[in-house]
């Protein structure tokens, strides 16, 4: 039987990869949640209803794998010699009055994550072992293809790492945000 999940978020992946990059390392933070909509609250309309919100800055915003997930990367150079990036879903959000809605849902969802009880982070086999967790972490990557990494969806789909590199995130997003406001 799977655990019941009441937090409205599940199948949450995330991974560092480190790239070479003009003589030092970009570091690409990806983490993916399935948003739903439950007793304990409404990520995924909340999720929706930010959307809608930044709209106009956004263009399509949908997760084109599947519209329940969100996509989060978060770029920045191992030296700090560049502000680090926010993209979601596959696009680069830049900090500016008409997005600011979509960092403070993603600064929260990210808080929420780093908070979880290990007890309440569901992954399901269906997911973790079946097309999405395969596809969806990485865009044109597939989980399996890492190397190096042994047992990588047990790594990736962890409470430890979701906490580790959800907060790593939201250091980042912090990091943006006192960039945009000076």
Known sequence: MDKVNF??????GALRIRVPKDGTELINTHMIVN?????????????REVLQKCKPALNNMEFAQDNNFV????????DGSCTPDLAVNHKII??????MPLFSYIAKLTKRICAMKDKDFVVTPEFKYGEGGENY?????????????????ELVYSASS?????????DNIYKQMMDYLR
């Open 71 to 78: 996509h989060i990367l978060s770029a920045s150079y191992a």
């Open 137 to 153: 972490l990485i865009p044109g990557t597939k989980s399996s293809s890492i190397v190096g990494v042994p047992n990588v969806k």
């Open 162 to 170: 979701a906490k580790m590199y959800s907060e790593e995130i939201n």
């Open 7 to 12: 937090t409205g978020l599940r199948n949450i």
């Open 35 to 47: 948003l739903t909509d439950d007793a304990a609250g409404k990520d995924l309309t909340e999720f």
């Open 94 to 99: 830049r900090p500016e009055t008409k997005t």
